[in-house]
C-alpha cells in the first residue's frame, strides 16, 4: 500500500476542501472496497480524509419520503423500521450483498461509490482501460463470462457489482451531494453511474472533492409487492450473475407501474424502460412478464463466454415479478 | 545492502532477465546500482513475471516514498504515525502505527493478540473477524487509524478465565472445526450474531422482511446465510451451523462425538479382529 496521510474530518466542508486541495486524495467512509484497492495498488491516494466522524447517518421520514444519511452503515439502513416497512426492496437488496461484516462496516455512500470492476481490473499484470487508462481490455477477448450483455464498449465490459443500488434505481432516488463550494446539488440515480464508452476509468458523474450527503428515496406504493432476485454461483456472499429489482403498484387486477432493474449485466445498474413499458396495463399474469422478459433482452449483446446471461436475466424477471406478487409456487 | 556481497551480480544480472522485466523496471525509474541491487534481491530467473512486477512495485514504491525527514523523526520511522487510544478485550491501549496499519495488523503485531487470523488479507474470507462496539467487522480491511476511542473484542476476550464463551463450549462440543485457522473469526462471528438476532435484524433468508420482530429463533438456513461471511477450507459447516443452532435456541442438543472413555479404549483393545477365512 502507498503510504498516505490520514487526517479525520471535523466538518463537511473542511472534508471538501481538503479532498478537492489534492488531486490525489480520498475520503474514507466504511473502507471495504477502498482499503482492499489500495492494499492491491489500484487505488494509491496519498491521502486519506476520514469521514465516518461526520454527523450524516441518519434515517428519517420527510414530507416526500424517507431521507437516507450517507453514512448510515448498510446493516443499520437495511434494518430501520421505516426502510423495512415502506422500503422492503431496498432491505432486501442490501442484504444480498457482501457479508454480515462487511455490511457493518459500509456505508450507503460508500456503497453508491464502489467500483465497477472485474477480474482484470484485479489483476495488475493484465491490461485494463479503467485501471490503466489506454492498456486495453483484458475481458473483452478473456474469460467473461461475468461481464457485461447491455452498453459495454469495446474498452470496458466490467459490471456493476452492487445490489443497493439496483433497489435504488427501482425507487427513483436521488442522491444530494455537497460541492466544494458548500452548495448542494442533486443527482437522480439513474444519472450516478456511468457507461463505459471510451472513460471506464471514470464510474459516475461526480467531481472529485464532492462529498454525497444524504440519499431520498421518494413516497411510492411498491412496498407491497415488490422482489429483490439475486442470482449467483454461491448460495451467498458472492457477486451477481444476474439480479432483478422488480416492484409493482396494482389498479385493481391490472398493473399501473412496474419497475424492472437488472443487475450484473451492465457497467451500472441496468433499468429496462421497455419490460415496464411492457407491464403497464396489463394483468399481473405470466404471459405478461415473460413478454417483459422477452422485451428487456431484446437488445442484449452478449459477449463470447456469458451468452447464457440472456435466458438466465429473461427467467429471473418472470421470477422476481411472480415473487412480488406472492407467487412461490415455482420456488 | 550488506547481503548482496558475494552474490555475482553478472549470474543475477540484467543480461537474465525479458524485455517485459526489463520495461517494468524501466516504467518504475529502477536504474544502475538500485537496479542491481533489486535484481541481486529478486535472484531473477527464480521469479516468474508476476511476482517480478510485484517485487519491482514494491522497490520502486518504497525507494520513492520514505523521504529522510520520515526516517529521523521522533517516531522512528514510522511514516505518517497515528496515535490510537481504544480498548481491546476491556483493556485500555494506546499504539502508534504506520496509517497504512490494519486493525488486524495491529493486533497481531502490536499487541500480540494472535487469535485473529490473517486468511486472505482481502475482506473475502473472514478468518480476521472481531467484534468493534458490539458489530462484527473484518479487521483486515478496517484501518487501526479509525479506531480511536473504540471498544474492540478478539476471540481471547470471550472467555471469562478458565470459563469459555458458550460458543467456544459449543463449537469444540460439535465439532465445528478441522484445522482451527478460521475458527476465531467464525466464533466471533456467531458471537456477534447472538445479538443480532436478539434485536430482530433481517438476513437474506429472511421470508418476509416487512415483518418485524425481536428475538429470532434462526433455522438452519438463516444460521447458514448469516455466517456466510466466514469461510472454512475444511468444511466444517455441519458441526460449525449445530454449534451455532445450540447456542442460538438455548435447547441443549447431544453432541454427536466423544472422547473414547478409559473403559471404551480397553474394550476396542481387548477386541479380537476377526478374520474372514472365506475371502
Not at chain 1, 420527510?62 to 426492496?89: C, E, F, M
Not at chain 1, 443527482?187 to 440519499?215: C, K, Q, Y
Request: with cysteine; aromatic share 6%; charged share 25%.
Amino acid at each position: 500500500m502507498r503510504p498516505f496521510k490520514y487526517t479525520e474530518a471535523s466538518d463537511a466542508a473542511v472534508a471538501t476542501r481538503a479532498v478537492a486541495a489534492n488531486p490525489e486524495a480520498s475520503f474514507l467512509a466504511g473502507g471495504t472496497n477502498l482499503v482492499d484497492l489500495m492494499r492491491e495498488y489500484i487505488a494509491k491516494p496519498n491521502e486519506l480524509v476520514d469521514i465516518k466522524p461526520l454527523a450524516m447517518s441518519q434515517i428519517r421520514p420527510t414530507s416526500s419520503g424517507i431521507s437516507i444519511g450517507a453514512l448510515a452503515r448498510n446493516t443499520d439502513t437495511a434494518n430501520h423500521p421505516l426502510v423495512r416497512k415502506d422500503l422492503p426492496l431496498l432491505t432486501m437488496a442490501i442484504l444480498a450483498g457482501a457479508s454480515p461484516q462487511i455490511r457493518n462496516m459500509a456505508t450507503n455512500g460508500g456503497n453508491l461509490m464502489q467500483r465497477t470492476r472485474c477480474q482484470y481490473f484485479y489483476d495488475i499484470t493484465m491490461p485494463c482501460n479503467k485501471r490503466e487508462k489506454g492498456s486495453g481490455c483484458g475481458a473483452l477477448e478473456g474469460l467473461n463470462r461475468m461481464h457485461a450483455i447491455f452498453g459495454h464498449s469495446k474498452d470496458c465490459v466490467a459490471t456493476y457489482p452492487g445490489d443497493m443500488a439496483n433497489a435504488l434505481y427501482a425507487l427513483d432516488a436521488v442522491v444530494k451531494v455537497r460541492g466544494v463550494d458548500g452548495k448542494e446539488r442533486s443527482i437522480a440515480i439513474n444519472d450516478f453511474h456511468r457507461l463505459p464508452g471510451t472513460t471506464p476509468d471514470i464510474d459516475n458523474s461526480l467531481a472529485h472533492g464532492e462529498l454525497i450527503t444524504s440519499i431520498e428515496v421518494p413516497k411510492n406504493k411498491f412496498a407491497e409487492r415488490s422482489y429483490y432476485l439475486k442470482v449467483r454461483d454461491r448460495a451467498s456472499y458472492a457477486f451477481a450473475l444476474v439480479a432483478v429489482a422488480a416492484a409493482l403498484e396494482m389498479d385493481g387486477d391490472r398493473i399501473k407501474h412496474a419497475r424492472v432493474v437488472l443487475g450484473g449485466v451492465a457497467h451500472k445498474p441496468w433499468r429496462s424502460a421497455e419490460a415496464e413499458k411492457a407491464l403497464a396495463g396489463k394483468p399481473a399474469n405470466r404471459a405478461a412478464f415473460e413478454a417483459a422478459a422477452e422485451a428487456a433482452l431484446a437488445g442484449a449483446k452478449p459477449l463470447s463466454h456469458n451468452g447464457y446471461k440472456v435466458d438466465l436475466a429473461k427467467r429471473s424477471i418472470v421470477v422476481a415479478l411472480e415473487r412480488a406478487m406472492g407467487v412461490t409456487a415455482n420456488d | 545492502m550488506d547481503n548482496l556481497e558475494g552474490i555475482d551480480l553478472e549470474v543475477y544480472g540484467e543480461a537474465s532477465i525479458s524485455s517485459d522485466e526489463e520495461r517494468i523496471l524501466d516504467e518504475l525509474g529502477i536504474h544502475g546500482a538500485e537496479r542491481r541491487q533489486f535484481l541481486g534481491q529478486s535472484l531473477s530467473g527464480a521469479v516468474g513475471l508476476f511476482a517480478f512486477h510485484l517485487l519491482a512495485k514494491e522497490q520502486a514504491l518504497g525507494a520513492v516514498e520514505i523521504s529522510p525527514e520520515a526516517l529521523y523523526s521522533p517516531n522512528a520511522g514510522i511514516e505518517n504515525a497515528v496515535e490510537v487510544a481504544f480498548k481491546v478485550n476491556g483493556a485500555a491501549q494506546k499504539v502508534q502505527v504506520d496509517s497504512r496499519m490494519s486493525l488486524l495488523d495491529t493486533l497481531r503485531e502490536k499487541l500480540d493478540l494472535t487469535g485473529s487470523k490473517k486468511g486472505c488479507d482481502q475482506g473475502q474470507c473472514g478468518a480476521c473477524t472481531v467484534i468493534v462496539d458490539g458489530k462484527r467487522v473484518l479487521s483486515c480491511l478496517t484501518l487501526a487509524a479509525t479506531c480511536k476511542g473504540k471498544e474492540v473484542t478478539t476471540v481471547e476476550g470471550l472467555a471469562k478465565g478458565e470459563h469459555l464463551h458458550p460458543m467456544q463450549a459449543a463449537f469444540i462440543k460439535h465439532d465445528g472445526f478441522q484445522c482451527g485457522y478460521c475458527t476465531p473469526g467464525q466464533i466471533c462471528s456467531a458471537v456477534a450474531l447472538l445479538d443480532e438476532a436478539k434485536r430482530g435484524e433481517a438476513s437474506h433468508a429472511t421470508s418476509n422482511v416487512r415483518k418485524q420482530s425481536s428475538g429470532l429463533k434462526l433455522t438452519d438456513d438463516e444460521i447458514r446465510e448469516r455466517m456466510s461471511g466466514n469461510l472454512c477450507r475444511c468444511g466444517a459447516y455441519p458441526g460449525i451451523v449445530a454449534a451455532v443452532k445450540e447456542v442460538q435456541s438455548g435447547a441443549r442438543t447431544a453432541a454427536t462425538w466423544h472422547f473414547a472413555t478409559e473403559e471404551e479404549i480397553a474394550a476396542a483393545m481387548n477386541t479380537e479382529v476377526k478374520v474372514d477365512a472365506t475371502v
